[in-house]
C-alpha cells in the first residue's frame, strides 16, 4: 500500500531527512546539528513533529498508513496527505493568511511541512479552559464563505471546479470515516460506539428507535456524499482550529472532499454548541462560568452572522462563476432577484447548517471519536447531564431544520434545554 | 486538439477501415468489398454510418471536432465518444437490453461500432407522425429507475461510484453545453437563441422578466451542476430513444454525467407533454388527433408511475449502498422507516423532474436546439400557438414544483392550458 520510499520519521531522523530541503534549512537556520525535534502528534491519524533552530521553528506533519488511535489494524490510505495539502493550498489561496504557510510538500512521504503558529493553543482547549477568543466567529464565519463560496460554481470557473471535484473525489477512505462514523453509526449498535454507560442509555435507547431522527439523518447523510457544492474543510470543529488572542487559522484538511456548504458550518457551530452545554462541567462552583457560556453562544451566534455577511458580499461582488449569473438579474434591472436568489441560498445553506450541526453531537457523543469538552469531564454523573442536553438539542434541530431559522432561536433553544432538564 | 492519427470515416473509407476488426467482419460477413455504407447522421454533433453486409448491419459512429450543426467555428472534444462508450456499458449492465450493443471502441478514432436496430425509428418522429408505442413508458421508467438507482450510493459500492464521478466529471465541454444552453439563455436574449417571432414576441419578454422564473431556473442549474446522485443520460428526450412496436433502446449518452435523478426523468416527461401539445399542429382536420394526444399524456403519466415502481422495488431489494442501510431501519424492526425515506426521496425526485421537466420546455422553444416537434409545423401562426401552450405548461412547472403532486395533476394542467389558451 505504502508507496517505494516512504519510511515514518522519529525525533531521531526528523532533523537530518530535513535538512537537505533548502525551505526548511532556511528558516530553521544553523545545520541539522543545531535542530531539536518534539513529536506532539495527539491527534488520531498522523505523526506531528515542532522543529526547532537557531532562527525558527516548523512543523512537520507526516502521515502513517494507519489510524493512530487504533493501530495497524486500521489501515488508511497516506494519500490522504496529498488531499491536505491540496487544500491548503486552496484554503490560502481563497482567504489569505487563514492557515498555516506550506513550505514543502513530499507525496511519496505524505509530509507536509509548515509553518508553526508560535504561541497558537488549540481552540478546543481554549473553550475547556475558558479562553475567550475576541474575532473568532468573524475569523470562522468569513473563512467559510470565502473557501466555500470560491471554491463552487458561484465564484470558480467551472472546468477548475470539476478537475478539483474529481481530484477530492478520490480522497475515498477519509470520506468513508466520515459517512460512517457522523452520519450511520451513532443511530445504531455499531462495535465501534461508546458513550457514557449506564447514565445515558434510555436516551440513546430513545434515540435509536426514533425512525425520523434515523431517516432524517440519512437524508443529511445523502447530502453529503451527492451535493458537491463546494470544497469542505471536512473536519471543522473546534480541535482543528489553532488561536492566539484575535489570531486564528485553521488546520488538518485531510478530510477535504466536495459537499454541501452547511457541512463545514454546521459543523463548526454544532462543536461552539458542545462547548457551551460542558460548561458546567467544567466550574469549580456552580454559576462559574455562565458568564464564558454567554461568550460561547454569542460566538455561535456570530459565526452563522459572519459567515451570511462574507457570503452576500462575495455573492454581489465576485458572482463570476456560471451560477446565477448578473446578465439575467443585475444586468436586466432586476437587483432584487439576484438578492431574492440569495436569500434563498442562504436559506438552504441554514437548513442543511443546523442538520450536520444535529448529526455531529450526536457523533461526538454516541459514536466513536468524543470530544475532548465532554471527555475533560471526570464524573460522569455531570458529564452524562452535560452530554444528556447536546443530544437532545441536536435531535431537536435536525427535527426542526427546515422550521427554525436563525442563531437567536437556536440559543435559546440551547438555553430552555437547560432549564427543562438541569 | 485531435488525437495523432484521428481522421473521420467517409462513406468511402468506413468498410476498409473497419475491416480489420473481426467484431465487424464476423457480423456483417464476406469482405469489405461486400459492404455498403450510407452515412445517416441527422444529429447535430457526429457521423453515423449504416454499414451493411450479406450477414447483417451495424453502426459506426464518430465523433467530428466540432459541433455538426454550426460547424468547425464551435469546437467540441472528441472525448465525448469516450464519455458516451463509458455510459452505454454501464447502462447495458444496469438495464440489460436497454441500449445497443457495443462491438467496438477506438478512444483516438472516437469511434463506437454498435448494433443497428433493425426496423427502430426515433421515438420523436413516431410521436409525430401518430405512431402508438405501447409498453414504451413501461420501458422508459424502469431504465430510469435501473440506471439511476443502481449508480448511485443506493446500489454501488461508494469507492466505485466516486471513481465513475471522477471520470465523468471531466466530460466538461458536454456539460457546459446544458448549463448554458438549457439552464440560462432561455432565460435572457442570448445570440444563439432564436423562437417563432413576432407571435411569440410579447410572451417570451414577459418569461424573461419574470424575476422568481429565472431564480428557480438557476436553483435547478445549481442543482444539475452540484448534486451529484447518479449517472445522468444526460440528454434523453424522445429523439434519444428508438422503438418499434413495443420494443426501444435508448441512444446517445453523450452527455453522460453524475447529477440529480430528477433531470433524465423531467426531460423525458417535458418531451412527452411538448409532443402533446405539437399534436393540433399535426392534424389535418380539428380533433384528429386528440385519441392520440390522450395515448401521448397517459404514455408521460406512466413514465413517472413505471419510475416510482422500479424505483421502489430496487429500494426494497437492491438497496445495498451506504445510503439508508437496513440496519438502520428493517433489521431494527423499523420497516416503515424505509418506507418513510422511499417516500421523502421519490418526493425529492419528483419535485426535481417537475422543474427540470419545465426548463426544457423553455429551452426547446426559446433556445438553440429546438424540436422537431413543434419545427415541423410549418404554419408559423399554428406552431406558436402550440409551443405558448407548453412555455406557459413550462412555467407553472417550475413555479408550483414544490406542490404539485402527480402526473394527473401535471396531465390535467396541461389540458386546462388548452382549453384557457385555446
Redesign the interface.
Known sequence: MSPEGYAPLSTETVAARLAPLPAVAQRLGGGPADWTAAEVGDGNLNLVFILTGPKGQLIAKQALPYVRLVGDSWPLPLERSWFEYNALVRHAARDPGSVPEVYHFDRDQALIVMEFMTGHRILRRDLIDGVEHPGIADFLGRFCARTLFLS??LGMP??ER??D???F??N?AL??IT??LVF?DP??DAPLNRHTSPQLDPLVAEL??D??L??EA??L??AF?????ALLHGDLHTGSVMALGEHAVVIDPEFAVYGPMGFDVGMLISNFLMAYHAQPGHESTPGARAAFGDWILAAASDIWLHFADEFSALWRTQRTG????P???ED?G?I??SE??LT??LAAIWTDAMGFCGVEMHRRILGLAHNADFEAIADTDRRAACEARSLRLGRQLIRTRRSIRGMDEVCALARRIDEGFA
Do not use: F, G, M
Open positions: 463552487s460554481d467551472t472546468p470539476k478537475a471535484l474529481a481530484l473525489a478520490a475515498v470520506c468513508d459517512e460512517s450511520t443511530y445504531w435509536r428507535a425512525a425520523v434515523k431517516v440519512q437524508h447523510k445523502s456524499c451527492a451535493n458537491a457544492e456560471i451560477l446565477y449569473p446578465k439575467l438579474y436586466q432586476q432584487l432577484a431574492q436568489a434563498e441560498r
